[in-house]
């Protein structure tokens, strides 16, 4: 990380030689809102649809506006073999009050946007021009959580989808499907330079424990999704007026998702959402220590067919519900309370429509994890800051 950091940090100074001069009046932002796309993938035309919405629907700040919002975008044109120019941009409404998209940042044609390199330049770049106590990071891409980041060579393009593995999955210019490029969770969390008020993953499987206390000295709450999501994603018609306008209503935007799939009907009708605490995981942590450690016969004996799991496909399924792996432990009446309690500190909002696709939920306490017995990702597993509080797999 600290050589991505130095070769980001040149990129970066020798980029902004070159990029547009911005306007930094007022000299301090009350919020500023970042929209991150990796989408040099097979969703690509979803986030282009995505970021339409949000350019053009609900509030655009002023150009004099203390709101600010800026968008990150590295999107294929269908063909995954032409490379793009990732870009930031701002947008913001005219003196006439039309919209502006104003390019403040470009990367070098073939960047790689999941990458832990482009990240931290972008973010620098962000801190940098745009100073501000409240900074909102989107993430929107695939994703898998904490699962280790592999490139994975595809047999075949032709109907080829992609693979996903951790975080930000791409395609690579160069080959096409052929190699694909993701971010560990660490090396994400690692790439971020600033505190952040909030970070909204638009991605799939990254609702879990692991995630959120690996991210947690970053930032205060995290909104994300226990299992897949849709490709349709969140509703981005509202998203600027609810975390520009109205104070970072994180609340807001995921009761919006939730009740968008919950009036669906058929396989649309599938969503898991919630929103956490940052603040409050360390008290999880160490009632969940406790437990594993007056437990571990138990944990020993959990058949992962018993619990509640999120994932669909074999390749997914490592993502379970906490609270149901804690129902298969013969618990006290006052360690139940005590992790009920330590867990409802950290959840804010939790919803699920009870099924996503083809599997139902019936257990969701607003929180995925890892589930012992698993044994694939058990070393790597270890080097998770989660892993090593509460110690579940030794």
Same mark, same amino acid.
């Given at each position: 990380?600290?050589?991505?950091?130095?070769?980001?940090?040149?990129?970066?100074?020798?980029?902004?030689?070159?990029?547009?001069?911005?306007?930094?009046?007022?000299?301090?932002?009350?919020?500023?809102?970042?929209?991150?796309?990796?989408?040099?993938?097979?969703?690509?035309?979803?986030?282009?649809?995505?970021?339409?919405?949000?350019?053009?629907?609900?509030?655009?700040?002023?150009?004099?506006?203390?709101?600010?919002?800026?968008?990150?975008?590295?999107?294929?044109?269908?063909?995954?073999?032409?490379?793009?120019?990732? /870009?930031?941009?701002?947008?913001?409404?005219?003196?006439?009050?039309?919209?502006?998209?104003?390019?403040?940042?470009?990367?070098?044609?073939?960047?790689?946007?999941?990458?832990?390199?482009?990240?931290?330049?972008?973010?620098? @770049?962000?801190?940098?021009?745009?100073?501000?106590?409240?900074?909102?990071?989107?993430?929107?891409?695939?994703?898998?959580?904490?699962?280790?980041?592999?490139?994975?060579?595809?047999?075949?393009?032709?109907?080829?989808?992609?693979?996903?593995?951790?975080?930000?999955?791409?395609?690579?210019?160069?080959?096409?499907?052929?190699?694909?490029? /993701?971010?560990?969770?660490?090396?994400?969390?690692?790439?971020?330079?600033?505190?952040?008020?909030?970070?909204?993953?638009?991605?799939?499987?990254?609702?879990?424990?692991?995630?959120? @206390?690996?991210?947690?000295?970053?930032?205060?709450?995290?909104?994300?999704?226990?299992?897949?999501?849709?490709?349709?994603?969140?509703?981005?018609?509202?998203?600027?007026?609810?975390?520009?306008?109205?104070?970072?209503?994180?609340?807001?935007?995921?009761?919006?998702?939730?009740?968008?799939?919950?009036?669906?009907?058929?396989?649309?009708?599938?969503?898991?959402?919630?929103?956490?605490?940052?603040?409050?995981?360390?008290?999880?942590?160490?009632?969940?220590?406790?437990?594993?450690?007056?437990?571990?016969?138990?944990?020993?004996?959990?058949?992962?067919?018993?619990?509640?799991?999120?994932?669909?496909?074999?390749?997914?399924?490592?993502?379970?519900?906490?609270?149901?792996?804690?129902?298969?432990?013969?618990?006290?009446?006052?360690?139940?309370?005590?992790?009920?309690?330590?867990?409802?500190?950290?959840?804010?909002?939790?919803?699920?429509?009870?099924?996503?696709?083809?599997?139902?939920?019936?257990?969701?306490?607003?929180?995925?994890?890892?589930?012992?017995?698993?044994?694939?990702?058990?070393?790597?597993?270890?080097?998770?800051?989660?892993?090593?509080?509460? /110690?579940?797999?030794?």
């Amino acid at each position: 990380m600290k050589i991505l950091r130095a070769t980001a940090l040149v990129f970066l100074l020798a980029a902004s030689a070159s990029c547009r001069k911005i306007d930094v009046e007022p000299a301090e932002r009350d919020r500023v809102l970042i929209y991150y796309a990796a989408g040099f993938n097979n969703i690509s035309s979803y986030l282009d649809e995505d970021i339409e919405e949000l350019c053009t629907k609900g509030y655009i700040p002023e150009k004099n506006s203390r709101n600010v919002l800026l968008v990150f975008r590295n999107l294929a044109d269908g063909s995954y073999t032409t490379p793009a120019t990732p /870009e930031l941009f701002r947008v913001y409404r005219g003196k006439k009050g039309n919209i502006i998209k104003e390019t403040v940042f470009t990367f070098e044609p073939g960047t790689v946007a999941a990458s832990a390199g482009t990240l931290f330049a972008t973010l620098s @770049y962000v801190r940098y021009n745009y100073p501000s106590d409240k900074y909102g990071l989107i993430f929107s891409s695939h994703a898998t959580g904490w699962l280790p980041a592999s490139h994975t060579t595809l047999k075949s393009r032709a109907g080829s989808s992609a693979s996903p593995s951790s975080i930000g999955n791409e395609y690579s210019p160069e080959t096409g499907l052929g190699i694909q490029y /993701e971010m560990n969770l660490a090396d994400f969390a690692d790439a971020i330079p600033m505190h952040l008020d909030y970070i909204l993953f638009d991605a799939c499987f990254m609702g879990g424990v692991e995630v959120a @206390y690996q991210l947690k000295d970053v930032c205060d709450r995290i909104a994300f999704s226990q299992a897949e999501v849709l490709a349709d994603g969140f509703d981005y018609t509202t998203m600027a007026t609810y975390l520009l306008r109205s104070d970072c209503d994180l609340y807001g935007v995921c009761k919006a998702y939730y009740d968008h799939y919950k009036n669906l009907t058929g396989e649309e009708n599938s969503a898991t959402v919630s929103l956490v605490d940052c603040n409050m995981l360390y008290k999880l942590a160490l009632v969940c220590k406790d437990i594993f450690e007056k437990h571990r016969d138990g944990l020993s004996l959990i058949d992962p067919d018993n619990v509640q799991c999120f994932g669909r496909e074999s390749r997914h399924m490592y993502f379970y519900d906490l609270r149901d792996i804690m129902n298969q432990l013969d618990l006290t009446r006052e360690e139940k309370d005590s992790f009920d309690s330590a867990l409802d500190e950290c959840i804010i909002y939790a919803a699920t429509t009870g099924r996503m696709i083809n599997i139902r939920i019936d257990e969701f306490c607003g929180l995925s994890s890892y589930c012992p017995n698993k044994f694939t990702y058990d070393e790597f597993y270890k080097t998770l800051a989660w892993n090593q509080a509460t /110690e579940m797999i030794k």
